[in-house]
């Protein structure tokens, strides 16, 4: 893909380094657009070396090539991290004085911002209508992280880390297809943005059951493929809810998160917002079974240890039973034998309306950068077959989901 990494005058900017190189890892084309302040903090040559293209901030740059209209034009996305209060303003209020504003005045893909300033700023009335105005016009704001700030000032306003935001930036770049009608040298990726308006549901990771301080029960999960499904879901512009258990990647940023351990803290929080969500994709790996009791004090090698167990809260059945007309539900069936036939009947026990099957066998998949999984629809039909990165199922998975959702919404 195109992307245009813009980077304000802030002193996050050197963050912005790290996310250019991971985006660059993966296979990205990206151009690099520093402001005039940005480059009081990181220099062209950092820009240049990392990014393999020339860097100007101006728009009398290369005026032959009219760089501060193809630059927009070209790009299959543009990031601006950080972006500033005073960046912001410009972006809203239309100005054109610098490369940057100029190549967002041209830009016909999504446009994502990663504010960062102090907490006053941010909280300004004035940014406050700002970023709203963004919105309204389709661009996506990240809500910046409430952390440690220059000096000693603590508060929101600080910029994700370098990881969550390529997390997040993933889940846009996954939703780019390659237009039906033209070919790609110069054109735009055709972008699916069929959530906008929709509050979706996502579970990831695996659960953790104690049996005693620092011993549990637990599983493989790594929790990346729901954390792809949660990302691919903002980036087709969804209000996106996911509740993580024990992950072992960054989070995506900008997106509301809710944290638990156990399976019972996950039934609780999932049960609790399945309510207002249009569609629940319940990709976590709860513990089924957890000890009858934990140990208070570590327990000691002393031969043998019998442990007793009891099942765990069924939780995507309890989704199921609850789940009203209109809204869509997603499950996992994680199998190592017999997985179509226990998919199949899973998706009825359920209520569910799409199960996705994959095998574990051997540890298959667990922490993989790919996946192998099949969809299987309402009447246990195979919705869809895919082998392809985490990004893409979660993309294939959106795909099955957007065409079961209610026009207009819910009622």
């Known amino acids: 893909m195109n992307i245009v990494l813009g980077v304000s005058g802030g002193i996050a900017a050197y ?11 993966s296979g990205h084309d990206v151009t690099v657009i520093p402001t005039e302040a940005a480059l009081n903090f990181v220099g062209e040559a950092t820009w240049e070396a990392l990014s393999g293209h020339p860097v100007a901030s101006g728009v009398f740059a290369d005026v032959s090539e009219v760089k501060h209209v193809q630059l927009g034009r070209q790009a299959d996305l543009v990031a601006v991290v950080p972006a500033t209060a005073d960046l912001l303003a410009r972006a809203a209020t239309g100005r054109a004085d610098d490369l940057l504003t100029s190549t967002l005045l041209t830009a016909t893909c999504p446009v994502v911002f990663a504010p960062a300033m102090h907490t006053e700023m941010w909280q300004h009335p004035a940014t406050r209508a700002n970023v709203a105005t963004l919105r309204e016009r389709g661009a996506h ?22 990881e969550s935001l390529f997390a997040l930036l993933k889940g846009f770049l996954t939703s780019a297809r390659p237009s039906p009608t033209t070919t790609r040298t110069g054109v735009n990726a055709v972008f699916t943005r069929d959530l906008v308006g929709r509050k979706v549901l996502v579970t990831a990771g695996g659960t953790r059951e104690a049996i005693d301080p620092v011993r549990f029960i637990g599983n493989h999960s790594s929790g990346r493929q729901g954390i792809a499904i949660a990302a691919a879901a903002a980036g087709r512009g969804a209000e996106v809810t996911l509740i993580a258990a024990h992950v072992d990647t960054a989070l995506p940023a900008g997106i509301r998160v809710e944290r638990v351990a156990t399976t019972g803290e996950l039934y609780e929080a999932t049960v609790r917002a399945a309510v207002e969500a249009d569609a629940m994709v319940l990709a976590a790996a709860p513990a089924d079974f957890t000890p009858k009791e934990a140990s208070e004090r570590k327990l000691k090698r002393k031969g043998d240890l019998e442990l007793a167990l009891t099942s765990t809260s ?5 989704v199921g039973r609850a789940k009203t007309p209109g809204q869509v539900l997603v ?65 294939a998975i959106w795909d099955a989901v957007s065409a079961r959702l209610p ?3 819910r009622d």
Not at 15 to 25: A, D, G, I, P
Not at 144 to 151: A, E, H, I, N
Request: no cysteine; aromatic share 2%; proline share 6%.
């Open 15 to 25: 963050k912005s380094v790290t996310l250019l190189r991971l985006l660059k890892e």
């Open 314 to 318: 069924d939780i995507s059945a309890a």
């Open 141 to 162: 704001v990240v809500e910046p992280d409430s952390g440690r700030l220059t000096g000693a000032d603590t508060g929101p306003g600080r910029l994700p880390e370098p």
């Open 331 to 395: 499950v996992f069936a994680a199998e190592t034998h017999d997985g179509p036939e226990h998919a199949q009947s899973k998706l009825k026990r359920k209520g569910a309306n799409l199960v996705v099957l994959n095998d574990v066998s051997g540890g298959a998949v667990f922490g993989e950068p790919e996946n192998s999984v099949t969809i299987f629809d309402e009447r246990g039909e195979i919705d869809a077959l895919v082998h392809a990165s985490k990004e893409s199922v979660a993309d």
């Open 407 to 409: 026009a207009g919404g």
